[in-house]
């Protein structure tokens, strides 16, 4: 049966010579969306930088890390389809790869319903069934934000992704996308440098007057005391309202499987600069676990009632006997009940030097 072949980001034709068993990814969400897609064994090689699903991980094979991963490594393990990113790689790993021999394909989603194409063709690539029921959910939560955008006011958003310098989420980026779903108006979108990700300083900030300010944890990791200084600048809106958010930086930038979460964690999020504004609640689905589940609980509960009419059929002897046995196994209780607790006599002994240091250590802990 042939394979198909895929076009990628660059326009370049992929085709596996087989369906990829053996997969290495250069992209953590990638990584992510690829073992929620056909499980994590098919995995064989992820970079550092991929930590989902965390309970996978550990067990699969580093090759270094997006920007510097170790090229004959990847080539040893003989992987049918390698995953990259047009911006989260460089080329010239890609082109040393491809020089190998090895089918590479290169994403390059700036929209979600860009990622969700991208996960669509990486799916054909895998073939594997459960792309709909992966990329289904994501596509409904973007329609949901779309309709609610006709509606809901903005709000002025600024979100850096680096510190000194300063750099923000322009336009023309995934991180973008998702600020223009969830209703904010980026503040740097259309930055005069007509550079995608602009370097901004604290001044511009002040100008722009965000009225929320959002400070992802990647790529650059801001943390609670970078999130004080913002709220120290008492001028800009979003610090006088207490409207600066630390934030997990995948909510952001992980196209695929995190894609509906990021889009319900930060519509939340800015809502709270949205005080007279109320989203509609969230249609109710019934999903088929939940049906099999209601099902099994009907047959459990007709198996309790056949179970107590059955019992309620016992002779009068066969009553008493029970009785007796249940009031055994009581005075056995109770007999347990009233023993004293058994105290075992103090000895002195002699514990070994490490674990003596260790329980000195511990208590020592304890008291301070």
């Known amino acids: 049966m042939p394979m198909p072949t895929v076009k990628d980001a660059r326009g370049e034709s992929v085709t596996t010579t087989k369906r990829a068993e053996r997969i290495v990814s250069l992209v953590p969400s990638v990584t992510e969306s690829v073992a929620r897609l056909c499980g994590a064994r098919r995995l064989v090689g992820i970079t550092k930088f991929c930590t989902e699903p965390e309970a996978d991980v550990p067990a699969i094979r580093k090759i270094g890390g997006t920007k510097d991963p170790d090229v004959e490594a990847i080539v040893a393990l003989q992987p049918d389809v390698v995953l990259a990113n047009r911006e989260e790689n460089r080329e010239e790993d890609v082109a040393a790869l491809e020089a190998a ?59 850096p992704i680096w510190r000194r310098p300063f750099m923000a989420v322009g336009g023309d980026t995934y991180a973008g996308d998702i600020l223009r779903l969830v209703g904010a108006e980026n503040v740097f979108e259309s930055h005069a440098r007509g550079n995608r990700y602009p370097q901004v300083e604290l001044s511009e900030v002040a100008r722009a007057d965000p009225a929320v300010i959002l400070l992802p944890s990647e790529p650059f990791h801001f943390r609670r005391r970078h999130r004080q200084e913002m709220l120290d600048l008492k001028s800009i809106t979003a610090a006088r309202n207490q409207h600066v958010f630390l934030v997990d930086g995948r909510w952001l930038s992980w196209y695929g499987h995190r894609t509906r979460d990021g889009l319900e964690k930060l519509e939340h999020l800015l809502d709270r600069a949205r005080p007279d504004w109320k989203a509609p609640p969230r249609p109710v689905k019934k999903s088929k676990t939940a049906a099999a589940a209601k099902k ?27 009785k007796k046995r249940a009031a055994k196994r009581a005075g056995k209780t109770r007999k347990k009940e009233s023993r004293p607790p058994e105290r075992k006599p103090k000895t002195d002994v002699e514990m ?15 008291e301070e």
């Open 101 to 159: 021999g090895l089918p590479v394909f290169v994403g390059y989603p700036r929209t979600a319903r860009e990622g969700i194409e991208e996960l669509r063709t990486i799916a054909r690539t895998l073939e594997t069934a459960l792309v709909r029921a992966t990329t289904d959910p994501i596509k409904e939560e973007i329609e949901r934000q779309e309709a609610l955008n006709a509606e809901r006011p903005r709000v002025r958003v600024f979100c």
């Open 296 to 322: 099994a609980a009907k047959k459990v509960g007709a198996a309790a009632k056949t179970a107590g009419g059955a019992k309620s059929r016992l002779t009068p002897a066969q009553r008493e006997a029970a």
């Open 352 to 366: 070994p030097p490490g674990l003596r240091l260790r329980v000195e250590q511990q208590e020592v802990v304890e």
